[in-house]
């Protein structure tokens, strides 16, 4: 049981690139979510989904797209990469009402 | 608006101290509490987590309590570990998988 998985683990990218973050859990929970964590700030809720084929905005959608195929998998796109972007991003994976699993995260740089 | 704040913004101790953190909350409706600990460059790990009707709860040395009159809650670590030194964050769960995080209290425990 790997619980919530991300890759890759560190990334810099040019400004204007585009990359996808990978996601995946094998616990077989409905909810995923993708959140950006900055310097003196609490998480932020990007995007979530509440189960394959759902997914909507959070706090700070804009940028980043995301989908949801299957139950394991919730992939974050960063459509054109900006400075701002430059955060660390932490998968979380719950079934419903319960406790949350979070990934060991992506540290994105964007230069 | 929905808020979690968290006190203090750090802490330094000594190992084997007591030591206790704060966080305070205007989410509305209140669905539960939980307290994380996040490692540096890991995710955070859920410590406790606990519904209106609770009001203590314990994991090892580490002991949660909140008020829900008040709207506070409070992390007391017990008999401080070298290995305790993270970052603690309060999550607060509103209105169905909705949840507000703290900015966390970053200790630092010294031998």
């Known amino acids: 049981n790997a619980g919530v998985t991300q890759t890759p683990k560190f990334q810099v990218l040019k400004t204007g690139q585009s990359m996808t973050l990978q996601c995946a859990q094998d616990m077989n929970h409905e909810y995923m979510s993708w959140y950006r964590q900055d310097p003196g700030m609490g998480l932020r809720l990007i995007h979530y989904?509440?189960?394959?084929?759902?997914?909507d905005q959070g706090e700070v959608p804009n940028g980043y797209n995301v989908s949801r195929s299957t139950t394991e998998d919730f992939p974050l796109r960063l459509l054109s990469a900006a400075p701002s972007q430059t955060s660390v991003y932490f998968c979380?994976?719950?079934?419903?009402?319960?406790?949350?699993?979070f990934g060991p995260g992506t540290r994105l740089t964007v230069t | 608006k929905n808020q979690v704040e968290q006190s203090p913004q750090s802490l330094i101790i000594l190992e084997g101290k007591n030591c206790t953190l704060q966080c305070n909350y205007t989410v509305s409706p209140f669905s539960n509490l939980r307290w994380y600990k996040q490692d540096t460059g890991r995710g955070p790990v859920s410590l406790t987590i606990?519904?209106?009707?609770?009001n203590t709860k314990s994991n090892g040395r580490y002991t949660a309590t909140l008020d829900a009159d008040t709207k506070q809650s409070s992390l007391h670590i017990t008999a401080s570990q070298l290995s305790d030194s993270a970052s603690y964050i309060c999550?607060?769960?509103?209105?169905?998988?909705?949840?507000?995080f703290g900015s966390g209290t970053k200790l630092n425990v010294k031998p």
């Open positions: 989904s509440v189960g394959a084929g759902i997914t």
């Open positions: 606990m519904t209106f009707s609770e």
């Open positions: 999550v607060v769960s509103g209105s169905f998988n909705k949840f507000y």
């Open positions: 979380a994976s719950s079934s419903r009402g319960y406790e949350q699993y």
